[in-house]
């Protein structure tokens, strides 16, 4: 069935335009959606006329997120506050508080430790997110079985930055070998760890007036983004993302796997592939991931 249709107007002055399609999907489950202009009959190639993508639609019930850090850090406070309140969400919490013991503020009826140990119990939950903890706090069952969260149960996944997590640059602690690198949406490397861009030397943009920090960059894709979505205007949620506070630091990656969609890249760090990434995100099976 048609969802919406639209005219729209291309002329000289805009060639191209992104046209942001807000429906609400009648039922739960991982669906396939096509977007497609018509064809002219005069078109050279009308292949590119239409573009598949799958949304995945949550039941109507709190989902479950299961939060796991390295330590109480203040991403890990204010991601947990935030969460927290999401009426739509229920969060569960694991932090380190050194190497053989582990806090949390929400007790599970089955107490698993840090993380669950069986497939069973993690595919419970609706989405994972891993801080800045190493793989090596995991066992290969857990992180196979976490790989298989994304594949088979269809939840996300969230890897957050760290020195410990995308900017570790121990061979012995990285995810770069693990079940984990392969399900994400950039290619890790090693031996970066999180950078400070204050003790960074480069060349400041004529925009960044602050000798401290970096603004996060959107990028065209970014800007449409939903959960970007700041305000209810392109103009206006733009201009929200630049009064943001500047951020220190960031751990790079590689570069986007290919059918990834980089949302936000740092302005003026680069690599032999363009701007270095501060965020992506992709369809990995049944499943999605963000970095």
Known sequence: ???????????????????????????????????????????????????????????????????VDGHPRQEFAFIKRALEKDPNIRIIDRYLTDNNHFGGTQQEKKNFGLYPNTKEDLFNYDGIIFGSIEASQFTKDQLENTAKFVQIRGGGFLMLGGSNSLGNAEVESSYINTPIAQILP????????????ANQKRQ???????????????????KIYSLLTLSNTPKDNLNKWESLPNLLGYSQVIRAKPGAVVLAVHPWDQN??????????????????MV
Do not use: C
């Open 1 to 67: 069935r048609v969802i919406k249709s639209r005219v729209i107007n291309l002329d000289k002055t805009h060639p191209t335009l992104r046209i942001p399609i807000k429906f609400i999907p009648r039922n739960p489950g991982t669906q396939k959606f096509i977007v497609e202009i018509l064809t002219e009959k005069d078109e050279a190639i009308p292949q590119n006329n239409a573009k598949k993508f799958l949304i995945k639609v949550s039941p109507s019930k709190r989902g479950k997120i299961l939060f």
């Open 186 to 197: 950039v290619e890790l490397q090693l031996g970066t760890p999180a950078i400070n861009s």
């Open 204 to 222: 400041r943009s004529p925009k960044q007036s602050s000798p401290l920090g970096y603004q996060v960059k959107l990028t065209a894709e970014g």
């Open 272 to 289: 032999e592939f363009g701007n270095r990434i501060l965020l992506a995100t992709h369809n990995y099976n049944a499943g999605r991931v």
